[in-house]
């Protein structure tokens, strides 16, 4: 049986199309001393990786190169291994997605419980993230009123969810549609939600949370940004998380945070930072992602893709807002 991966066909300029994309057939290949393979079983889908396929500068991690696989996060199982330390049946979790069989350096995956959570997609969720940001990033404290963009999005139905289980004060969110609007103050728990298509932005902040933001969890940039800070209160924190606005737009500059003098009136602070500054975070965050799962305080939200043949599109859809929470894709055929 020949196993499936997807490569990068061409560098696009802009937003890429389906062209820039290519579904190749290989061999399953045997580990190495030292290397597993692995049967992957579910890869995330971040609007990130638009950002490796049009090679945008100021990436921290390296683009994806022309005529090679993509690459992101995804969750398998060991099929064969050339690592004492890992066995035939362990679920490892690595950065080795876009196909469906991986073969890793057995150093370079990290085995994980089966049964944590309900789904292994949840290893592939953006929850750490939005913990750093509003603790370790942002310092949120009880009671202050918290704005997440995207907020029916991966790490923004994260952000505001946890913001409430902190103790924040205020929740609000904006999303792109009425319905996901409907679902951040329903099932999601927010206490106020507005659509950022019905501008002005900050009109619609300023009524959202009426007596100002402390801490921003920003997933957005562009307007958004420029929205929160007119509306951010004295101190306020703002946690640069992402750069949907720019993403979106195939990777056109984003005009930024605006006049400094705002920020310097309020004496604001904003924070530029990665999952990656975090990973000590991940154990204190599982625990109580698990915690909050089982009692069901926390709704985890999550759209599934099934076949790897149908993620360039939904990553394509993905940023055009047509899915809620993360979006994985199913590899198993
Ligand atoms: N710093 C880190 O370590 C880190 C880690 C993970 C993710 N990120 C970044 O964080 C951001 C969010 O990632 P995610 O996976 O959670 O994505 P996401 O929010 O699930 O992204 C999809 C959503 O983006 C929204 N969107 C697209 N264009 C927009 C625009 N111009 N203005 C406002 N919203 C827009 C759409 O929602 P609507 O329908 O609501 O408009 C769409 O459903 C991304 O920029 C990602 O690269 C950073």
Redesign the pocket.
């Known amino acids: 049986m020949n196993a499936r991966e997807i490569r990068l066909a061409a560098r696009p300029h802009g937003l890429p199309g389906l062209d820039a994309f290519h579904l190749v057939e290989t061999a399953i290949p045997d580990p190495a001393p030292g290397q597993v393979l692995i049967r992957n079983l579910y890869m995330s889908l971040?609007?990130?990786m638009l950002m490796l396929i049009g090679a945008y500068p100021d990436i921290p991690i390296p683009p994806y190169e022309v005529g090679a696989p993509l690459y992101g996060d995804a969750v398998g199982e060991v099929m064969a291994s050339g690592e004492p330390s890992l066995k035939e049946g362990d679920v490892v979790l690595h950065r080795h997605g876009w196909r469906e069989y991986a073969l890793a350096d057995a150093a370079q995956v990290r085995q994980v419980d089966p049964d944590a959570y309900p789904s292994l997609s949840t290893y592939l969720g953006?929850g750490l993230?939005a913990y750093a940001g509003l603790t370790a990033v942002a310092g949120l404290r009880p009671g202050e009123t918290v704005f997440v963009?995207?907020a029916?999005?991966?790490?923004?139905s994260m952000a505001g969810q946890i913001a409430r289980l902190l103790g924040a004060g205020r929740v609000v969110g904006s999303?792109?549609?009425p319905e996901?609007v409907a679902r951040l103050t329903g099932t999601l728990g927010f206490d106020a939600a507005f659509d950022?298509h019905d501008g002005p932005i900050a009109d619609r902040l300023r009524e959202a949370a009426p007596d100002g933001v402390d801490v921003y969890f920003d997933?957005?940039g562009?307007e958004?940004l420029r929205a929160a800070i007119d509306v951010m209160n004295a101190h306020g924190r703002i946690a640069l998380?992402?750069?949907?606005?720019r993403?979106?737009a195939g990777g056109s500059p984003d005009a930024g945070p605006g006049d400094p003098m705002r920020l310097i009136g309020k004496r604001l602070t904003l924070r530029g930072?990665?999952?990656n500054d975090h990973l000590d975070l991940a154990s204190e965050f599982g625990r109580r992602l698990r915690q909050w799962l089982a009692d069901g305080s926390l709704v985890y939200e999550e759209t599934v893709v099934d076949g790897l043949e149908n993620a360039p599109q939904a990553l394509l859809d993905?940023?055009r807002?047509t899915?809620t929470g993360k979006v994985v894709v199913r590899l198993t055929r």
């Open positions: 971040d609007p990130g953006f993230v963009s995207s029916a999005g991966a790490t923004g999303a792109g549609t996901k950022h997933t957005v562009g958004q998380c992402g750069a949907l606005a993403q979106s930072f990665t999952m993905l940023v807002g899915y």
